[in-house]
Nanobody, 122 residues
Framework: QVQLVESGGGLVQAGGSLRLSCEAS????????AAWFRQAPGKAREFVAA????????YNTDSVKGRFTISRDNAKNTVYLQMNSLKPEDTAVYYC???????????????WGQGTQVTVSS
């Protein structure tokens, strides 16, 4: 079992930056791929970025290309999402997830955090 706790969300103006953190506990986090998803009101959960236990990374290039960066510190059991040049359409609840393989698919992840709200004002 892996427990995930997100932090770092908040209210920011358009063009600003936030860094989300997801701290894991339980099983060895370094053995898992980690990902960020987001969900806006009335919309389906959307893939943002994923990183394997090593260095393979995947991004939702259409929505976050060049603006978001996923990274992880296995020694701290933490994965990060650096978000720059934020836009109002980035407003959503952001979720951290862990699974066996890095994937864009929601159902590939076994463990989820409770989410952290990100609101970008125009």
């Amino acid at each position: 079992q892996v427990q995930l706790v997100e932090s770092g969300g908040g209210l920011v103006q358009a063009g600003g930056s936030l860094r989300l953190s997801c701290e894991a506990s339980g099983r060895t986090f370094s053995n898992y791929a980690a990902a960020w998803f987001r969900q806006a009101p009335g919309k389906a959960r959307e893939f943002v970025a994923a990183r394997s236990w090593s260095t393979v990374t995947i991004y939702n290039t259409d929505s976050v290309k060049g603006r978001f960066t996923i990274s992880r510190d296995n020694a701290k059991n933490t994965v990060y999402l650096q978000m720059n040049s934020l836009k109002p359409e980035d407003t959503a609840v952001y979720y951290c997830a862990a699974g066996a393989f890095a994937s864009r698919e929601v159902n590939r992840y076994d463990y989820w955090g409770q989410g952290t709200q990100v609101t970008v004002s125009s």
